[in-house]
């Protein structure tokens, strides 16, 4: 590289790079940081993915559940941190949500929060529901606490 400036190689690898993953990406929902989310999701919890598209879900844990997965970037600004929302299809569909940061430099897991039933959250102004309300939310007898990865 000159002066800031790549070469035609590197622009045609660089853009190689970019296809291969467009075609991985457009199996999921959202973003980058989205898929990660959803592959940690299958990966560490067995989650099987559902259809591209569907509404309200993002896919069915081992004993039956349907999960809406809300990826967060854990290095973004904090309000957007601080809640999440969740539409009328995530109400009448999801059984539980997952909260998963993904540090955007290195697009690890770093942290967790859930799986947390739906029915057990009260939405706050505006429909949002804040972060800080699922570390103490009761699950089988059992509190709901952030994991580090």
């Known amino acids: 590289m000159r002066d800031g400036i790549r070469n035609d190689m590197e622009l045609h690898r660089i ?15 959202g973003s980058t940081v989205t898929a990660i989310a959803e592959i940690w999701a299958q990966i560490n919890l067995g989650m099987v993915k559902a259809d591209k598209g569907d509404k309200g879900i993002d896919g069915i844990l081992p004993n039956g559940r349907t999960l809406q997965i809300k990826s967060k970037k854990s290095d973004a600004h904090r309000d957007s941190q601080t809640f999440f929302t969740l539409s009328k299809g995530t109400l009448e569909l999801a059984d539980d949500v997952l909260i ?19 029915a057990d959250l009260k939405p706050r102004n505006k429909g949002r529901y804040f972060i800080s309300d699922l570390m103490f939310i009761e699950d089988n007898g059992e509190r709901v606490f952030v994991r580090k990865i």
């Open 15 to 29: 853009l190689e790079q970019i296809i291969e993953a467009h075609k991985v990406l457009r199996d999921y929902d």
């Open 100 to 118: 998963v940061f993904v540090d955007y430099d290195t697009c690890n897991v770093n942290r967790i929060i859930g799986p947390v039933a739906i």
